[in-house]
């Protein structure tokens, strides 16, 4: 099974702030994706295949990464941005997800 | 649009069985694979189980191996996950949700408690 690592688990940031959000797998995965959940509400598919946005998303928001290693970026924090968000891959069965990072406002 | 609509869940008592369905709409159901993803109370998500397009193949993780089964039926546009043998460890909210190596969409979530 691909364990994947998310962290931090939690932080804050200020409106206006860079935040990276980062995804390190135990094993070399073809893609990372993201989802975005904000709390009482469904996941929302965030990024897919490591760097495209889904529909609606702000371009404020970047992914990137390769093998074990992938990160979330968010240019310029805004407050709706504050959910938590997770990593999954699906390279190989079981597919798995991130343990999560709760990004707060500050 | 897209929708996925599941019912089904509930209080059932460990041991017991519960059958979850998904109702999907504003696509072509029979071209997609579909999936049940789980989230524990205040916990992360979990992928539970993944059915191909036209029902011939089936995933599931171990821990619900054996007891619980993914099945669909294309000509109602539905989705199931049957649950057997339902351990406490299986509280959660369930969700279906359109499957390509990744979730596009997801449905609202229905609640599972395993409780005696």
């Known amino acids: 099974e691909i364990v994947l690592t998310q962290s931090p688990t939690t932080m804050a940031a200020s409106p206006g702030e860079k935040v990276t959000l980062t995804c390190r797998a135990s094993s070399s995965v073809s893609y990372m994706h993201w989802y975005q959940q904000r709390s009482g509400a469904s996941p929302k598919l965030w990024i897919y295949?490591?760097?495209k946005l889904a529909s609606g998303v702000p371009n404020r928001f970047s992914g990137s990464g390769s093998g074990t290693s992938y990160s979330l970026t968010i240019n310029s924090m805004e407050t709706e941005d504050a959910a938590t968000y997770y990593c999954?891959?699906?390279?190989?069965?079981?597919?798995?997800f991130g343990g999560g990072t709760k990004l707060e406002l500050k | 649009e897209v929708q996925l609509v599941e019912s089904g869940g509930g209080l059932v008592q460990p041991g017991r069985s519960l059958k979850l369905s998904c109702a999907a709409s504003g696509f072509t159901f029979s071209d997609y694979n579909m999936a049940w993803v789980r989230q524990a109370p205040k916990k992360g998500l979990e992928w539970v189980a993944t059915i191909s397009y036209d029902g011939s193949s089936t995933y599931y993780r171990d821990s619900v191996k054996g007891r619980f089964t993914i099945s669909r039926d294309n000509a109602k546009s539905t989705l199931y996950l049957q649950m057997d043998s339902l351990r406490s460890e299986d509280t959660a909210t369930y969700y279906c949700?359109?499957?390509?190596?990744?979730?596009?969409?997801w449905g609202q979530g229905v609640m599972v408690t395993v409780s005696s």
């Open positions: 999954q891959q699906g390279s190989s069965y079981p597919w798995t």
């Open positions: 295949e490591t760097s």
């Open positions: 949700a359109r499957a390509v190596d990744y979730f596009d969409y």
